[in-house]
């Protein structure tokens, strides 16, 4: 499994993940052509130092699955840098086989790289099985995730 | 009230605020002078244009609560930001007055100027005061938050 920051090119493949979800299914809009929307999006998480997002494929060059890695500063923690995890897809045919478990292990190793002291994210109530699997991994559950939708 | 951007010389009062609460104290360190470390976080924060470290006076000058609002891109919701609140401090003799309240509404108010989807944030599962003071302002407790502390 290589792991690589997302070029433009992918932008299609990964918004295809994004949607093929039973919560992301909702939400995005896997038109071909794209929305040009999701590019502009693209162009902002690319140009910004503290946005990581990746893409995992297999040795034949087969994108795996994406996750999103924000690194965001604050004055807590004595100044300290946050890791979060977000938009974390794996592709259906290719579920259950460790593949998720590499992924957050991996960005688990990025953050340390890049001194954060924490890495964080939210996981829906909905989600149950995501639950257990980021609890086995270390996560703890300590805090309530709280969303506004306009 | 006034809201405004924190600037340089308002870090040691706002981490007076973070350090002078239940969770924050053991984390905190506000001895004078300051750790050189909170005025290079601040110096981060301050030069990005996706962080708002944001400040409440009152009509007198004095500082009555602190937060932190960040905008993140994302490729999710169709190429949507989001807004995260953090940070969320008001002076101990001043709570209860109604503060909190006004600081959240401006935060809301201000990612809605900001084009962002949602405004989302974690409450620490220790604070149920907080859980409710947010379900009140209409965020939903959806998700959990999942913290791995290094």
Tied chains: 1, 2.
Excluded: C
């Excluded at 004595?78 to 977000?86: F, L, P, S, V």
């Amino acid at each position: 499994m290589l792991f690589r920051k997302a070029a433009r090119q992918d932008v299609p493949s990964i918004v295809k993940l994004l949607a093929n979800d039973k919560l992301g299914q909702l939400r995005e809009n896997d038109t071909d052509p794209l929305p040009e929307a999701y590019y502009n999006a693209f162009e902002a998480i690319n140009k910004d130092p503290n946005q990581e997002l990746i893409v995992v494929e297999s040795e034949t060059g087969d994108l795996l699955g994406t996750l999103q890695l924000s690194f965001i500063q604050y004055l807590t923690y004595r100044g300290g840098i946050r890791a979060q995890i977000e938009a974390v897809r794996i592709r259906e045919d290719v579920r259950g086989e460790g593949i998720g478990q590499k992924m957050i292990e991996w960005a688990i190793e990025r953050a340390r790289e890049r001194k954060a002291h924490t890495v964080q994210l939210t996981t829906d109530k909905q989600r149950p099985d995501a639950l257990r699997f980021y609890e086995k991994l270390g996560f703890i559950a300590s805090h309530e995730g709280m969303k506004l939708h306009f």
